[in-house]
């Protein structure tokens, strides 16, 4: 059984700042890569960011490089992301998920509003 639940999100100014968060419930979180994800209204899902097991290795999508920051405590289960400088663009859905299934992002929080007025 696999729970994942975010929060922080919110309504933000452009160039300020929000730290997302998301709680895991399930076994053995540190032997998992996570990973944020974004839905825009009428957008496909996008990758946010990804972060391995121990928190030693990171992605970011090319928007979001420099201004967001994807990391773990495997001790509280849970993954954050900090995102700075935020802009009117960032406002989606967003979305935490675990790769339990080596191939896949197979598990999935409701996700939380962050809208960035300009």
């Known amino acids: 059984q696999v729970q994942l639940e975010e929060s922080g999100g919110g309504l933000v100014q452009a160039g300020g700042s929000l730290r997302l968060s998301c709680a895991a419930s399930m076994r053995a979180f540190s032997m998992y890569p996570m990973a944020w994800f974004r839905q825009a209204p009428g957008k496909e899902r996008e990758l946010v960011a990804t972060?391995?097991?121990?928190?030693?290795?990171?992605y970011y999508v090319d928007s979001v490089k420099g201004r967001f920051t994807i990391s773990r405590d495997n001790a509280k289960n849970t993954v954050y992301l900090q995102m700075n400088s935020l802009k009117p663009e960032d406002t989606a859905v967003y979305y935490c998920?675990?790769?339990?299934?080596?191939?896949?992002?197979?598990?999935w929080g409701q996700g939380t509003q962050v809208t960035v007025s300009s």
């Open positions: 998920a675990v790769r339990v299934n080596p191939s896949k992002y197979d598990y």
């Open positions: 972060i391995d097991r121990s928190g030693g290795s990171t």
